[in-house]
């Protein structure tokens, strides 16, 4: 396909890929990605428009040629968030030669991507969770660091947190009190409840830290006393996933779902999940369990006013 595109292009979109690769530090995988996409773009403008695209004819793309191209990928079955991937790709490199040959871009800029469901980390059952802490209990040898990590995935799941959330305690939070104050997005704060095992867990792990847990420095600590990193936790999540042989699903962030979801099967009230996970509104509540639909009406009909 790249035959169909004149010398002239080929050659920018070589000194794009440089410009990405000095300015913005890409990795080559993504470079290479980069490069099929707008080559393939570019190819099928040229089968579109009946000859190999030049520079001037890249400046010339019409709002009818990317509707064209877009209804090219759907007919060929390319998955929604693919066709995204490969239009951002496209708007980037239009958006950088634009600058640098003086074209309005705004044809190709205005296109919008078509729209796709973001998947969201599956529930686990509670069985699984369960066995999932268990597990993370024998990930270390070291002991301090194994009740570390027991300590913070039970906190993420009892609490309901989201990873940042639970690394971003201090020593001042210890020992962990009846209920929270969590600062989450947007800087919206809330109270959530702590269950009698976070606590015990929590305690274990103070008790057997070799650090000096100040109450203005993180409580969880990493193995040369600094912050906890989330790729370490979600390191420990993987492993004990794996182990177990869970789905891929399985991730710091899926405990968070699990809580919202066992709570609501234990006939917990929609809007007080909604409070305790910080959410704006009920639908994004509703997208993190995974409860059967007669359920969630049963739930929501006896927690709402006019449902009684």
Same mark, same amino acid.
């Given at each position: 396909m790249s035959l169909e595109i004149s010398p002239a292009a080929r050659d920018v979109l070589s000194a794009w890929c440089d410009h990405l690769r000095a300015l913005d530090g890409a990795a080559e995988n993504t470079l290479a990605a980069y490069?099929?996409?707008?080559?393939?773009?570019?190819?099928?403008?040229?089968?579109?428009r009946g000859g190999p695209m030049g520079l001037a004819d890249i400046g010339r793309l019409a709002t009818s040629d990317m509707r064209a191209w877009l209804a090219s990928e759907r007919l060929r079955g390319t998955a929604a968030?693919?066709?995204a991937r490969r239009l951002s790709a496209v708007k980037s490199f239009i958006r950088w030669l634009s600058e640098r040959e003086g074209f309005d871009p705004t044809a190709v800029l205005s296109t919008r991507a078509p729209k796709f469901?973001?998947?969201l980390p599956r529930p686990l059952a509670k069985d699984a969770a369960k066995e999932l802490i268990d597990a993370v209990s024998i990930q270390h040898t070291t002991p301090w660091i194994a009740a570390r990590d027991v300590a913070v995935? +039970?906190?993420? *799941?009892?609490?309901?947190?989201?990873?940042?959330?639970?690394?971003g305690l201090t020593g001042a939070d210890a020992p962990l009190p009846e209920s929270l104050r969590i600062k989450g997005k947007g800087g919206k704060e809330r109270v959530v409840p702590v269950l009698p095992i976070a606590r015990q867990a929590v305690d274990r792990y103070v008790r057997a830290c070799p650090f000096d847990l100040v109450p203005d420095a993180p409580l969880f600590r990493g193995a040369r006393g600094g912050g906890l990193s989330p790729t370490l936790v979600s390191g420990v999540v993987a492993r004990a996933r794996m182990q177990l042989g869970l789905p891929s699903t399985t991730t710091p962030h899926a405990l968070r779902h699990s809580f919202a979801t066992h709570l609501l099967e234990a006939g917990g009230d929609l809007r007080a999940i909604q409070e305790l996970l910080?959410?704006?509104?009920?639908?994004? +509540?509703?997208? *993190?369990?995974?409860?059967?639909?007669?359920?969630?009406m049963a739930t929501y009909s006896k927690a709402h006013p006019h449902g009684r």
């Open positions: 490069g099929r996409d707008v080559t393939g773009f570019l190819a099928f403008m040229a089968a579109h968030r693919s066709v469901r973001k998947p995935v +039970t906190v993420l *799941y009892g609490c309901g947190l989201r990873i940042s959330e639970g690394l910080g959410h704006a509104s009920l639908s994004t +509540t509703q997208a *993190y369990t995974a409860v059967d639909t007669a359920h969630l």
